[in-house]
């Protein structure tokens, strides 16, 4: 299971509001871990607000 502060690392900048691809993109052009990246993946095709969401999301 990834982290929190994996998440938040891979996150950090992201401008909110953001969909699913985004955040994916995101992760991936800010050298995310594979394993914070397949969670991102994983999440339903929302549009997020804030970290809290993905966070709530991630699990």
């Avoid at 955040?23 to 095709?45: G, R």
Wanted: proline share 3%; charged share 25%.
């Amino acid at each position: 299971m990834v982290s929190v502060k994996d998440v938040s690392r891979a996150m950090r900048g992201m401008c909110f509001p953001a969909d699913k691809k985004t955040c994916v993109e995101w992760a991936k052009a800010h050298n995310a871990t594979a394993e914070v990246v397949q969670a991102l993946e994983h999440m339903p095709a929302n549009r997020f607000r804030n970290m809290s969401e993905i966070w709530y999301m991630i699990g």
